[in-house]
C-alpha cells in the first residue's frame, strides 16, 4: 500500500468509531476446538519480574514459570518502582546465569526478551561489563549503514550469548517530531525520511536475524509524531500523525522475515474514537493484518503504561488487546506496581472472558499457534 492508497484506505475508516471484529476461523466448523488450558494462555504472556539470580526471584514468580503460567519473560536494570538499579542486570556472567537457570525451570521454550536499542534505551550498559551501542539517531545521521552494520552485529553477538531471542528494536518510528520527549528528543530514532529510516532498519535487523534474534519494530502505528509520554498518559497524536508514519512498517514486513511488530498505545480520534492502537482492529486487524497482510505475532507495548492503564480497567485492556489482534500481552512489571501475581490474574481475566463468550476461544487458538510456531523457529537458530 503507496501513500496515495493508505490515505484512501484511512479515509474510509473515517465513517466508523468502533468496530466489533470477527475472529477468523483457524478451524473449520465441523473441528471441535481444543481445549484451552492455562498454560496455552501463559503462552500469550509476557513477564517483568525481580532478581539478579535465581535464588532471588519470588517463589510466586517461580511457581508461575514451572507451570507455564509465565511463557515468556523480560528483563530490566532498573526498578522503576524500587528507584534503583540491581532489577535484573549486573554483569554479562550474572545475566546468562539467571536466563539459562529460568529457560531450566520452565517447561517449554522461553522468549527471553529485552529493550536493547543503543543510546539511551540500553538495558546492557557499560558500567556492567557490556559493549556500547550508539543511539539510532548517530547511527541515522550516516550516509552508509557501515556503522549501524557494526553496532548490529556487536549487539546481536551479545544478545546471543547471553541467552535472549527476542529484542524489542529497532524502533521505525519517523523523527516527525524532534522534540518529542519520548522518541525524538533522546535519539531513538534513525531520521526524519521512510528512506532512512528503512535503510538503518535493514541494517541493524540482518546481523540479528544470522544470530537467531527476533528484532521488534516499533511503536505501530507510528510515535514520531506525537508530543506526549504514553509511559506517562493520555498520548493523542490526531493533530499530527499522518500516513506516511506507516511507511517505515509497511516496507520492512514486505521484504523482511525475521520480524515482528509491536503496537503503540497512540489514540487518534480520526482512526479509532474509543481506543488507541494497541486496543484497536482499525490498526491492527485491518490496517497491519488485512492490509499490510502481515500474520507474525503482534507484541503489545507495555500494557501497565498510563496511556491504557488509566484510561480503562484491567479487563477491557486484555480484552480489546486480543480481540484487537494482538497475540503477545507484554507486562514489564516495572512501572508504578508491582505485580507477582500478574500473570495468574490474566490467566483469570482471559478465562472469564472466554467463559462468557466475550473472546471466541478461536482467537486464543490464532494467537497461541502464531507464538508457538515463532518459538520452533527460535529454538531452531
Not at 557490556?130 to 552508509?144: C, V, Y
Not at 535472549?164 to 535519539?187: R, W
Amino acid at each position: 500500500m503507496h501513500n496515495y492508497s493508505i490515505l484512501l484506505f484511512l479515509a474510509g475508516m473515517l465513517l466508523a468509531t468502533s468496530c466489533q471484529p470477527t475472529a477468523d476461523r483457524t478451524t473449520t466448523e465441523q473441528d471441535p476446538i481444543p481445549e484451552i488450558t492455562d498454560a496455552m494462555l501463559g503462552q500469550l504472556i509476557m513477564q517483568g519480574f525481580r532478581g539478579l539470580e535465581i535464588d532471588s526471584v519470588s517463589p510466586i514468580v517461580k511457581d508461575q514459570l514451572e507451570k507455564g503460567e509465565i511463557g515468556n519473560i523480560i528483563l530490566f536494570d532498573y526498578d522503576v518502582g524500587l528507584k534503583r538499579y540491581g532489577r535484573n542486570i549486573a554483569s554479562p556472567a550474572q545475566v546468562g546465569q539467571l536466563l539459562a537457570d529460568l529457560q531450566a525451570l520452565a517447561p517449554g521454550f522461553l522468549l527471553t526478551a529485552i529493550d536493547q536499542e543503543g543510546g539511551r534505551v540500553t538495558r546492557l550498559r557499560p558500567v556492567y561489563g557490556f559493549p556500547e551501542i550508539a543511539s539510532a539517531q548517530d547511527m541515522g545521521a550516516k550516509e552508509n549503514t557501515d556503522s549501524t552494520t557494526y553496532y548490529a552485529t556487536l549487539n546481536a553477538a551479545n544478545l546471543k550469548s547471553l541467552g535472549f531471542n527476542v529484542n524489542f528494536a529497532p524502533v521505525v518510528d519517523l523523527n516527525v517530531n524532534p522534540e518529542n520527549p519520548v522518541i525524538g528528543n533522546i535519539k531513538r530514532s534513525f531520521g526524519a525520511t521512510t528512506e532512512q529510516v528503512v535503510r538503518h532498519a535493514r541494517a541493524w535487523i540482518a546481523p540479528h536475524a544470522d544470530a537467531g534474534i527476533l528484532s521488534v519494530i516499533k511503536h505501530f502505528p507510528g510515535h514520531g509524531s506525537s508530543q506526549s509520554d504514553s509511559h506517562k498518559g493520555f498520548t493523542d497524536v490526531t493533530a499530527t500523525w499522518t500516513p506516511e508514519e506507516l511507511a517505515p512498517f509497511e516496507q520492512l514486513l514486505a521484504t523482511e522475515e525475521a520480524l515482528a511488530v509491536m503496537t503503540a498505545h497512540v489514540f487518534n480520534r480520526s482512526i479509532d474514537s474509543i481506543y488507541p492502537a494497541t486496543l484497536s482492529p482499525h490498526y491492527i486487524q485491518e490496517i497491519l493484518r488485512d492490509s499490510f497482510h502481515y500474520d507474525g505475532v503482534v507484541f503489545s507495548d507495555d500494557l501497565q503504561m498510563n496511556a491504557v492503564n488509566k484510561l480503562f480497567d484491567f479487563e477491557t485492556i486484555i480484552k480489546q488487546s486480543i480481540l484487537a489482534g494482538v497475540d503477545m500481552l507484554v507486562f514489564g512489571n516495572n512501572l508504578e506496581d508491582y505485580d507477582e501475581t500478574l500473570a495468574r490474574r490474566t490467566i483469570a481475566t482471559l478465562r472469564k472472558l472466554l467463559d462468557s463468550g466475550e473472546i471466541p476461544a478461536e482467537r486464543i487458538l490464532q494467537s497461541y499457534e502464531r507464538i508457538t510456531n515463532l518459538k520452533v523457529q527460535l529454538k531452531k537458530s
